[in-house]
């Protein structure tokens, strides 16, 4: 499967941004993001997106001040070169790539960003987290995103929002980073953001 290295990869990515939190060591993250965009530089933006969020999730969830978020801003600072080296490592071979891509896709309309349009009914994601809800017609751009992280995950999400032990401000921050990816599934302006060079021009069509 194409992007099942990147299903791999990123909890190893993950496992980097960790590094660069609690011992400022950025090495980890350079290799795995910038093996993920060579194998896969698709699926590479994509997890290139999610590891920002993820960052910003771990960095507030232990910066919890003002003081401690000015003492800290380094690591901000790290990430965002780390970011920045991966990128260069991969442009051997995602220069090339977006090169051989340039002028061979649909121009892209901002008017489909902004556009609050839904993919599908909130009840219709709900469904996606359960086996046996796959539908054909979902593999089109318009329809119910493919998901599916197993019910015991759905069971265990369920018991940290209502554990009373875990603080109320870890759970409001992953409350909105779990918001974030349920309104990039659902609402087509923001799925279309991942998405700005799937549309085949007419000049695709003649090849």
């Given at each position: 499967?194409?992007?099942?290295?990147?299903?791999?990869?990123?909890?190893?990515?993950?496992?980097?941004?960790?590094?660069?939190?609690?011992?400022g060591?950025?090495?980890?993250?350079?290799?795995?993001?910038?093996?993920?965009?060579?194998?896969?530089?698709?699926?590479?933006?994509?997890?290139?997106?999610?590891?920002?969020?993820?960052?910003?999730?771990?960095?507030?969830?232990?910066?919890?001040?003002?003081?401690?978020?000015?003492?800290?801003?380094?690591?901000?600072?790290?990430?965002?070169?780390?970011?920045?080296?991966?990128?260069?490592?991969?442009?051997i071979?995602?220069?090339?790539?977006?090169?051989?891509?340039?002028?061979?896709?649909?121009?892209?309309?901002?008017?489909?960003?902004?556009?609050?349009?839904?993919?599908?009914?909130?009840?219709?994601?709900?469904?996606?987290?359960?086996c046996?809800?796959?539908?054909?017609?979902?593999?089109?751009?318009?329809?119910c995103?493919?998901?599916?992280?197993?019910?015991?995950?759905?069971?265990?999400?369920?018991?940290?929002?209502?554990?009373?032990?875990?603080?109320?401000?870890?759970?409001?921050?992953?409350?909105?980073?779990?918001?974030?990816?349920?309104?990039?599934?659902?609402?087509?302006?923001?799925?279309?953001?991942?998405?700005?060079?799937?549309?085949?021009?007419?000049?695709?069509?003649?090849?």
């Open positions: 499967v194409m992007w099942l290295d990147g299903v791999i990869l990123a909890p190893l990515i993950c496992f980097g941004i960790d590094q660069i939190g609690s011992k060591n950025v090495g980890w993250y350079i290799s795995f993001m910038a093996l993920a965009v060579i194998l896969n530089y698709y699926i590479g933006c994509m997890i290139g997106i999610y590891s920002a969020i993820y960052f910003a999730w771990a960095f507030f969830k232990e910066n919890t001040t003002i003081a401690r978020i000015k003492k800290e801003k380094r690591k901000i600072g790290l990430f965002l070169l780390g970011a920045l080296l991966a990128l260069g490592v991969s442009s071979l995602l220069i090339p790539a977006i090169n051989d891509l340039a002028g061979t896709r649909s121009q892209f309309s901002y008017q489909e960003v902004l556009s609050l349009k839904t993919n599908c009914s909130f009840e219709g994601i709900l469904s996606r987290l359960f046996g809800s796959y539908q054909e017609i979902d593999q089109n751009i318009d329809g995103p493919n998901l599916y992280a197993s019910i015991l995950t759905v069971f265990l999400v369920g018991m940290y929002f209502t554990n009373p032990k875990e603080k109320k401000r870890n759970k409001i921050l992953t409350g909105i980073v779990l918001g974030i990816f349920f309104l990039s599934f659902w609402i087509q302006g923001l799925n279309w953001i991942c998405l700005l060079y799937t549309s085949p021009s007419p000049r695709d069509t003649e090849r």
